[in-house]
């Protein structure tokens, strides 16, 4: 299950966030742990650069995009290989709304588009889609040619 996805800006301050299974008590401990990770290690990192750790059984990859920071933790199938297809997608994503690599106010100018995409790639703790082409024709929320 993929257990969250997070986005902050540079500073740690939460963009977005969204937990699957994980208890609301936990929440707290997993958003602090997050960001400073990502403080400690995405310092002068290249952009879309992926950095993949481990805590407590479960896999975290994350990168950073512009002066966006992205973190997605996963267990069982989802392994530091699924959760890179998945932070690829997001970030491929992410430039195509924004119409090139994001800073925060874009990213917030953007905030219900990129949600949207966002609910296509990962619904309720599952990849859905990878394809960004399709995620595009589903964000239009109009009905996708092949089923």
């Known amino acids: 299950m993929?257990?969250?996805v997070l986005i902050s800006n540079s500073e740690g301050n939460i963009l977005v966030e969204r937990f699957n299974g994980v208890p609301t008590e936990e929440r707290l401990?997993?958003?602090s742990f997050l960001v400073k990770l990502g403080a400690e290690n995405l310092k002068g990192a290249k952009s879309e650069e992926l950095f993949v750790a481990s805590h407590k059984s479960v896999y975290i990859v994350y990168t950073v995009?512009?002066?966006?920071h992205m973190y997605l933790v996963g267990k069982d199938e989802y392994d530091e290989l699924?959760?890179?297809e998945v932070i690829v997608s997001i970030t491929s994503t992410l430039k195509d709304v924004c119409g090139r690599v994001p800073n925060e106010r874009l990213f917030l100018d953007k905030y219900g588009r990129i949600c949207l995409?966002?609910?296509?790639?990962?619904?309720a703790g599952v990849m859905e889609n990878t394809d960004k082409e399709r995620i595009?024709?589903?964000?239009?929320?109009?009905?996708?040619?092949?089923?």
Not at 117 to 123: N, P, Y
Not at 136 to 147: F, S, W
């Open 2 to 4: 993929l257990l969250a």
């Open 117 to 123: 995409c966002l609910d296509e790639i990962v619904w």
């Open 29 to 31: 401990h997993w958003r």
């Open 82 to 84: 699924a959760l890179a």
């Open 136 to 147: 595009k024709r589903l964000v239009r929320l109009k009905p996708p040619t092949e089923i």
């Open 65 to 68: 995009l512009g002066d966006i």
